[in-house]
């Protein structure tokens, strides 16, 4: 696989990201031969966009792909495509190739699935993703690598045009605890501006002042500017959702677990965001953590 351009690379799952990871990649001269989804019509969308096949079929893409990205929503869904005994990435004619995960999943069906592939002739990759849907089209996204060395080097060059950043974490699993921090740590930032800001409102101060303050002194962070304007504008069209933001907490959550620590900030915004879920709404933004915060929204008033 020295010339990856040659390559034939497949994507399972034809989401926002996903998606605009293939655009990239076929942006810049690389051979997408398959996709595949649950939503059907999505893939067939992208399928006809990129010049692929839309495999309904695991298996089939697997035998019609050197390299294959997977981009799904969580540990069940990761072990259904890895593992699933009707139909799955493993199920035939896997011999020598390389899958590259993506998803934001536990350290623990990594290295699960790194064996099962590696029992099927196959080698996985970790390439956890810590950016959004517009850099995964541009091709900067922050890569977090997990896996053996070797593979990462050989998967070096795709990897450079996906991303502006690539870190290697260690062996397969690795990726996935260090995502799991960013992610915890990105929510209690989001958690802590939502108190900040809806205090800041019931105290009838200007929340632009109180922003401007924000910005320049120690409450400053990466959240203030991505989550600041929709908090106050109550514009919570989702980048990343709130679930994922629940499900992301509880990653953490299970690794504290295991390593005896107590991380109460992360126990109290993980319960923000499944109240978020409870109350349906999930699939807002995670700046809706606000509607629990500011005096007089309706999920406030229960």
């Known amino acids: 696989m020295n010339n990856q351009k040659s390559a034939n690379i497949a994507f399972v799952g034809a989401g926002r990201m996903g998606a605009n990871m293939a655009r990239n990649l076929k942006d810049r001269g690389y051979n997408i031969t398959a996709i595949n989804d649950t939503d059907h019509s999505a893939a067939q969308e992208l399928a006809d966009e990129l010049g692929a096949k839309n495999c309904t079929s695991l298996s089939d893409l697997t035998s019609l792909a050197d390299i294959v990205f997977t981009v799904v929503s969580n540990d069940t869904a990761m072990r259904d495509i890895y593992l699933n005994k009707t139909d799955s990435l493993l199920s035939n004619n896997t011999a020598g190739t390389v899958f590259v995960n993506c998803a934001t999943v536990s350290d623990t069906v990594q290295k699960d699935i790194d064996k099962a592939a590696r029992l099927a002739g196959a080698e996985t990759l970790e390439a956890a993703m810590a950016s959004s849907i517009s850099q995964a089209r541009d091709g900067s996204l922050f890569l977090i690598i997990g896996g053996e060395e070797s593979t990462f ?82 514009d919570h069209e989702a980048w990343f959702t709130a679930e994922h933001a629940a499900k992301d907490s509880g990653l953490a959550q299970d690794l504290a677990h295991k390593t005896g620590l107590d991380l109460p900030l992360n126990d109290a915004t993980k319960a923000q965001y499944d109240k978020l879920v409870r109350e349906g709404k999930g699939e807002l933004d995670k700046s809706a953590i606000s509607e629990l915060t500011f005096k007089g929204r309706h999920l406030n008033n229960d």
């Open 153 to 234: 080097l050989q998967l070096k060059p795709i990897l450079t045009e996906m991303s502006m950043n690539l870190t290697y974490t260690g062996e397969i699993g690795k990726a996935a605890q260090v995502k799991a921090l960013v992610n915890m740590v990105m929510n209690i930032n989001t958690a802590a501006l939502a108190e900040g800001l809806g205090l800041a409102d019931a105290l009838g101060l200007n929340l632009e002042m109180i922003r401007n303050v924000f910005a320049q002194t120690g409450a400053n962070s990466r959240v203030l500017e991505t989550d600041s304007d929709d908090m106050v504008d109550r």
